[in-house]
C-alpha cells in the first residue's frame, strides 16, 4: 500500500521572488487549506484569502488559493495551490504552518509527479518528457520534449500493446478451443499477419538514426589536430569565453573539456581533445587515447592544422574516425603567405573534405565557420523533431519488442503455438514496461531520481 500522507513543497524557483507557488497533494489538502484560508474555494476557481497560522491566527500573508479536487487534478489526488509573495520568511511561515497540521508532511524530490504516474495521470514516458522539458536548453529540445509529455510515444506504445494482446488473445483462443468444432483452424494465420505488421512498424520507428536522442543530449563537434595547432584558442572562440586553457606548450590539454552551445536553437556540445600525437609519458598517453575515443564517437570533427607550419608533417592528416564527418580547418592563417587569398571555405572537386582556413587567435574567418556550423547543425537537426525515441531505455525496450515478434514469426506453425504466445506475450510485456504499465519498480527510482523538490 502506497503512503498516503499529504504531501506539501515549494513547487517555485528559489525565493525571493515575486510570487512563491506552494503545493498541497493527498487526503488532507482540503484540511490543509481550509485552516490556512479559513474555508475551500470553489474548484478551479482563482480565490483571494488571508493565509493565517492555524496555531497563533496571525496574518502570514495575502495569497491566491486554488483547488483541485480529486481525480481531476495534476497528482490525480486532492490538490490545493497558494500563491504567496515570494520572500524567504512568508515561504517558511507557510511551510512551517502545514509541517503542524496532523497527516501533512514535506514532498521528497519528484513526489508530486511520482504520484501523478501512480494514480495513472501520466504514463512512465511522459514523466520523462516532463523532466527533459524542465531540462530543455533549447527550443528544439523543448518542443521535442513537449510533444513525449503529451504521449508521443506513450500512446504509441499502448497502441502497439493493445494490437499485440489482441492478436495474443487469437492464439490463445487457438490453444484452449482446438478441439471444439466451432472454432475455426486458421486464427494464427491472422494473428501472425497482425504480428507481422506491428514488427515492421515498430522496426521502422527504430530505424532512425537515433536522432531523438541526439537532439536530447545535442550534436557532437570534437575539435581535434595535433598540439598547438590552436585547437583551445578555437573552442574560447566559439565559446566565447575562457573555456579551455591556451598555452604555448605543446600537450597541455591532458583531459577532453567540454562546452555546450546554444546554436541557433540547437544544443552543440564542442569537445576539446588532448593533442592526438604519439608520445611516452603516461599521463598524455591517456589523454590522447580518451581524445580518440571521444572525438571517434562525435557527429562532426574540426581537425586543425597548424597552417602556418612551413611543411606538413605525419599529423597533418586526419585520421579516421567511426561516424564522424571531418572538417579540415587551417590555423593561423595571420602567420602564413596564404593569408592574402585565404577564407572563402572550398569542397575541393577531388576530395569530399569540406575545408576552410581560419585564425582563432586574430578571429579571421570565424564568422564563415560559425555560419558553416550554424547550416550543419540546421541539417543534422531537420528531422530530429520528429524522431520518436529520445531515450536508450525507450530504444532497448522497442529492440527487445521487435525481437521477441521476429522469434514469433519464425516459429514453424504448426508445432509451435504455445511458443508463439509465449514470444507475443513477451513483446506486450516489453511494451507494458517502456510505458510503465507492468513491472517497473527498479526503473522507477532511476526516473524519479532527477526530480527536484516540488515537481
Ligand atoms: P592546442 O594545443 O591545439 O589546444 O593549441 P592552443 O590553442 O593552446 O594554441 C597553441 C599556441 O598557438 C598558442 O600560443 C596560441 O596563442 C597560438 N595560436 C592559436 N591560434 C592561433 C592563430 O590563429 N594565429 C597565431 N599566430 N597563433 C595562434
Not at 229 to 234: D, I, M, P, V
Not at 329 to 334: A, T
Amino acid at each position: 500500500m502506497p503512503d498516503r500522507s499529504t504531501i506539501f513543497a515549494l513547487s517555485s524557483g528559489r525565493p525571493p521572488a515575486a510570487i512563491a507557488v506552494v503545493r498541497v497533494s493527498g487526503p488532507r489538502a482540503g484540511v490543509a487549506l481550509e485552516k490556512l484560508i479559513g474555508r475551500l474555494p470553489e474548484p478551479r476557481m482563482a480565490t483571494l484569502g488571508r493565509v493565517r497560522d492555524p496555531a497563533s491566527g496571525d496574518v502570514i500573508d495575502e495569497a491566491l488559493a486554488l483547488w483541485f479536487p480529486a481525480p481531476r487534478s495534476e497528482t490525480g489526488e486532492d490538490v490545493a495551490e497558494l500563491q504567496l509573495h515570494g520572500g524567504q520568511a512568508v515561504i517558511a511561515g507557510v511551510l512551517d504552518a502545514l509541517a503542524m497540521i496532523e497527516g501533512c508532511r514535506p514532498a521528497e524530490a519528484g513526489e508530486f509527479t511520482r504520484r501523478a504516474f501512480e494514480n495513472g495521470r501520466l504514463d512512465l514516458t511522459a514523466v520523462e518528457g516532463l523532466a527533459d522539458l524542465i531540462a530543455a536548453e533549447t527550443p528544439a529540445q523543448r518542443r521535442s520534449a513537449y510533444r513525449q509529455l503529451k504521449g508521443l510515444i506513450g500512446d504509441r506504445a499502448e497502441a502497439w500493446r493493445r494490437r499485440l494482446i489482441e492478436a495474443l488473445a487469437l492464439v490463445e483462443a487457438r490453444i484452449d478451443f482446438s478441439d471444439e468444432a466451432d472454432v475455426p483452424e486458421d486464427l494464427l494465420g491472422p494473428a501472425l499477419h497482425a504480428a507481422q505488421q506491428l514488427r515492421d512498424e515498430i522496426a521502422g520507428v527504430l530505424a532512425d538514426g537515433r536522432r531523438g536522442e541526439r537532439l536530447r543530449d545535442g550534436l557532437v563537434v570534437a575539435i581535434a589536430g595535433a598540439p598547438n595547432a590552436g585547437k583551445s584558442t578555437l573552442l574560447n572562440r566559439l565559446a566565447r569565453r575562457e573555456a579551455a586553457i591556451v598555452s604555448p606548450y605543446a600537450g597541455t590539454t591532458r583531459d577532453v573539456i567540454e562546452v555546450h552551445l546554444d546554436l541557433d536553437g540547437y544544443p552543440v556540445t564542442l569537445l576539446d581533445t588532448a593533442g592526438i600525437r604519439d608520445s611516452a609519458e603516461p599521463v598524455e598517453q591517456e589523454g590522447v587515447r580518451r581524445a580518440r575515443e571521444r572525438a571517434a564517437a562525435a557527429d562532426l570533427v574540426l581537425w586543425v592544422i597548424d597552417g602556418s607550419a612551413a611543411e606538413s608533417g605525419a599529423n597533418d592528416r586526419p585520421e579516421k574516425f567511426a561516424n564522424a564527418e571531418i572538417w579540415l580547418v587551417r590555423n593561423k592563417i595571420d602567420q602564413s603567405f596564404e593569408s592574402a587569398c585565404a577564407s572563402a571555405p572550398k569542397h575541393p572537386n577531388n576530395e569530399s573534405q569540406f575545408s576552410l582556413s581560419i585564425s582563432a587567435l586574430k578571429g579571421i574567418a570565424m564568422d564563415a565557420l560559425a555560419a558553416a556550423l550554424s547550416a550543419y547543425a540546421k541539417t543534422y537537426f531537420a528531422a530530429t523533431e520528429s524522431a520518436v525515441i529520445t531515450r536508450a531505455r525507450h530504444r532497448q525496450a522497442l529492440q527487445e519488442t521487435v525481437a521477441a515478434l521476429d522469434r514469433a514469426l519464425a516459429r514453424d506453425h504448426s508445432t509451435g503455438e504455445e511458443l508463439i504466445a509465449e514470444e507475443l506475450r513477451a513483446a506486450a510485456t516489453t511494451l507494458g514496461r517502456l510505458t510503465g504499465r507492468v513491472d517497473v519498480e527498479d526503473i522507477l527510482d532511476v526516473i524519479f531520481r532527477d526530480f527536484c523538490i516540488g515537481k
